[in-house]
């Protein structure tokens, strides 16, 4: 499919990283548990955090990045890359809105010169706002506005000479809003994003988003992206129980949100992102009932460094895609008479990733096997599953809606291959 051919920023810094799936997590913390991270980076090897531009300059042309030298460390011990998130707003420039006027939008624009030019080097991915589309930016949503800011901070990171080697992405925009996408694309933004960082937060399953995400392409292609690069940049689903104040349509099961992230970070391998953030890494409160305390892939209680926090099946989820492709590159989807079901293969047919978007499918499917042989198989949460080979060149699966991963067994415990991602 022409639209999901896409090209490597040869530009990036990071090119020259080991190829890698960056599939990630929310945070919310500079300061993390004894043990957490650790614990995170079994499942994920990236995050996304604000860079809260009121808590680092307190004093106008005056930053503290220490609480984020400090995260920087733990990260950096645990090989975990970053998203930091350039927000909200300062009381010290326009009474603590979002940064509008011709002052405060200078003063934003140097505190992203000086963040960026402080973790220079560190393949952090700098992110222009959050959800500026949304309740996030003050006092209500101004795509002009927005727009202007972000060309202001794009323009002064080109003038300091980071852009060429920084990259920064933006708007975090709440869903993939279309009208807002063009005013903000009419404003000059894609001049300096080298790529496009959405939200594709829905109450459907994960692979609605792939003819989303070509709209979006087609738009960037006509203010002159073509290819675009897309980020999901934040995206989850919360397993409130009972009323689930304040309300939502539909509510889903743990296990049903184990089964949407996997499915959500190889969807998105599928449709050529850059990046994966599933929100969120803990459970923001205890209260079951709520909907905002319950996107975690982990239950809110900290216990200890060595029992940090009890997992949800999508933490399982997010361990076992990471263990089994998280250092893989895509290649190919394979053709299967099922439009539901994907057949993914990665490291030129050593290894596939197979599942179903149809609820509680199993169905029966046979296709040419990328390698003759046989594969072990590992299911969605990390079980080992029977082996299964090919036969006459063919290979015959029973696909479920939760992902299962195949290695060939010949798989070389070593394969250094090009990097896809960056």
Same mark, same amino acid.
């Given at each position: 499919v022409p639209m999901r051919c896409f090209f490597l920023l040869a530009s990036l810094a990071a090119a020259a990283v080991a190829a890698q799936n960056m599939w990630g997590t929310n945070i919310h913390f500079t300061a993390p548990h004894a043990g957490e991270v650790p614990y995170l980076a079994d499942a994920f090897n990236l995050i996304r955090m604000d860079f809260t531009w009121g808590s680092i300059e307190k004093q106008k042309g005056q930053y503290d990045f220490s609480a984020y030298d400090n995260l920087m460390s733990y990260l950096g011990q645990a090989s975990v890359r970053a998203i930091l998130i350039l927000d909200y707003s300062n009381p010290l420039y326009d009474h603590g809105l979002s940064p509008a006027t011709p002052e405060a939008v200078q003063a934003f624009a140097n505190f992203a010169v000086a963040g960026v030019t402080h973790f220079k080097g560190k393949n952090i991915i700098w992110e222009c706002y959050n959800e500026p589309n949304g309740g996030f930016w003050k006092p209500y949503p101004n795509a002009t506005a927005y727009a202007i800011m972000a060309t202001a901070m794009g323009a002064a990171l080109e003038k300091a000479g980071l852009l060429q080697t920084e990259m920064f992405v933006g708007p975090g925009s709440s869903g993939i809003p279309m009208d807002y996408m063009e005013k903000i694309f009419q404003g000059g933004v894609l001049k300096y994003f080298k790529a496009i960082s959405v939200h594709p937060y829905r109450g459907s399953n994960p692979e609605?988003? !792939?003819?989303?995400?070509?709209? !979006?392409?087609?738009? @960037?292609?006509?203010?002159?992206?073509?290819?675009?690069?897309?980020?999901?940049?934040? /995206?989850?689903?919360?397993?409130?129980?009972?009323?689930?104040?304040?309300?939502?349509?539909?509510?889903?099961?743990? %296990?049903?949100?184990?089964?949407? %992230?996997?499915?959500?970070?190889?969807?998105?391998?599928? #449709?050529?992102?850059?990046?994966?953030?599933?929100?969120? /890494? +803990?459970?923001?409160?205890?209260?079951?009932?709520?909907?905002?305390?319950?996107?975690?892939?982990? +239950?809110?209680?900290?216990?200890?460094?060595?029992?940090?926090?009890?997992?949800?099946?999508?933490? %399982? #989820?997010?361990? #076992?895609?990471?263990? @089994?492709?998280?250092?893989?590159?895509?290649?190919?989807?394979?053709?299967?008479?099922?439009?539901?079901?994907?057949?993914?293969?990665?490291?030129?047919? #050593?290894?596939?990733?197979? /599942?179903?978007?149809?609820?509680?499918?199993?169905?029966?499917?046979?296709?040419?096997? &990328?390698?003759?042989?046989?594969?072990?198989?590992?299911?969605?949460?990390?079980?080992?599953?029977?082996?299964?080979?090919?036969?006459?060149?063919? %290979?015959?699966?029973?696909?479920?809606?939760?992902?299962?991963? !195949?290695? +060939?067994?010949?798989?070389?415990?070593?394969? +250094?291959?090009? &990097?896809?991602h960056v």
């Open positions: 609605t988003a !792939l003819t989303d995400y070509d709209n !979006l392409r087609t738009l @960037a292609k006509k203010y002159g992206m073509d290819n675009a690069s897309l980020i999901s940049s934040e /995206w989850g689903y919360s397993t409130c129980i009972g009323s689930c104040a304040p309300g939502v349509a539909s509510r889903i099961t743990e %296990l049903q949100q184990a089964k949407y %992230l996997s499915r959500m970070f190889l969807t998105n391998t599928y #449709a050529g992102m850059l990046a994966s953030i599933f929100y969120d /890494w +803990h459970d923001d409160g205890p209260d079951p009932t709520m909907r905002e305390q319950n996107f975690g892939v982990t +239950h809110n209680k900290f216990y200890n460094s060595t029992y940090v926090y009890d997992p949800k099946p999508a933490y %399982l #989820a997010a361990k #076992a895609v990471k263990s @089994a492709l998280g250092t893989s590159v895509y290649n190919s989807r394979v053709t299967v008479t099922d439009p539901n079901v994907f057949v993914l293969t990665f490291d030129h047919g #050593a290894k596939v990733a197979a /599942w179903s978007a149809a609820v509680n499918a199993s169905v029966s499917v046979s296709f040419a096997s &990328p390698m003759t042989g046989c594969y072990s198989r590992t299911a969605m949460l990390g079980d080992a599953m029977s082996q299964v080979c090919s036969s006459g060149g063919t %290979l015959t699966l029973t696909v479920t809606d939760e992902p299962q991963y !195949l290695t +060939h067994t010949s798989r070389r415990q070593h394969v +250094h291959l090009p &990097p896809k």
